[in-house]
């Protein structure tokens, strides 16, 4: 059977693994690329345009306006807008984080480092920038280490996307071989997550910029996220994953 996995870019893999901090999973997703499996490619791209709605919006290719935390402060008590604010300002959130990650996806496309990178899946790292904290408001899972993998396992379960499954494939790696402390928080996070996206309805590319005065409690409702997130939460001090206790 062929190689599959080019063994240069499963060292940058095992990397990861050890340390997902120090090589993070955005960089090992662009490093992939150039040596991906072309038919891993093909499927990747063929889950989001194939798809009834994920296809026809990624298409499109709608990316809101530049984000001001400023166009917030309208925003009544109770709605999108209104959690979405605050969410930014409990968490310390630059307002121009996804300008910022955009930029640099437009300066690797200069580099030619992700020349084989379709363009629907372009446009999914390009919109998922703009709607990541977005989604964390919604699906109420927190900015901590578990909650963005639960989110992650959420993202996940509604569309093939090989960040995500990177994301699990590092944390599983890591919690199997490195620190089993990681495998019990790590599993209720990922399966949280995977079991609430599978059940919801999309989220994926839907244009949540355009409804940001409207209550909170009803999109959740119109979209199946009513029964809200398990708690998502550090584990005891006394079982607290290597990688949690140094970044404490």
Avoid at 99 to 124: C, N, W
Avoid at 202 to 212: D, I, N, P
């Amino acid at each position: 059977m062929a190689t599959q996995i080019e063994r240069g870019f499963g060292e940058k893999f095992l990397q990861s693994i050890d340390n997902f901090y120090t090589h993070g999973i955005d960089w090992l997703f662009n490093e992939w690329w150039e040596t991906a499996p072309t038919d891993a490619i093909a499927k990747y791209e063929a889950a989001i345009l194939n798809h009834p709605e994920h296809g026809p919006l990624a298409c499109e290719a709608w990316l809101a306006p530049d984000f001001r935390l400023a166009l917030l402060d309208g925003c009544a008590p109770g709605t999108l807008g209104h959690a979405y604010r605050a969410f930014m300002v409990d968490n310390d959130l630059v307002e121009h984080l996804a300008a910022g990650y955009r930029a640099r996806h437009e300066a690797l496309e200069l580099s030619g480092k992700i020349d084989r990178m379709p363009p629907a899946i372009a446009y999914k790292v390009v919109r998922g920038f703009q709607t990541h904290d977005l989604h964390h408001v919604l699906t109420g899972y927190p900015a901590t280490p578990f909650g963005e993998l639960a989110l992650q396992a959420f993202q996940l379960a509604q569309m093939d996307f090989p960040y995500a499954a990177m994301w699990i494939a590092v944390v599983s790696g890591h919690m199997a071989l490195v620190d089993p402390l990681l495998i019990q928080p790590a599993m209720d996070a990922i399966t949280d997550g995977w079991s609430r996206g599978r059940r919801a309805r999309s989220l994926q590319f839907v244009a949540f910029e355009k409804r940001l005065h409207e209550p909170l409690d009803r999109l959740r409702r119109e979209y199946g996220l009513d029964e809200g997130p398990i708690a998502v939460v550090n584990p005891s001090p006394e079982r607290t994953p290597d990688l949690l206790a140094a970044a404490a």
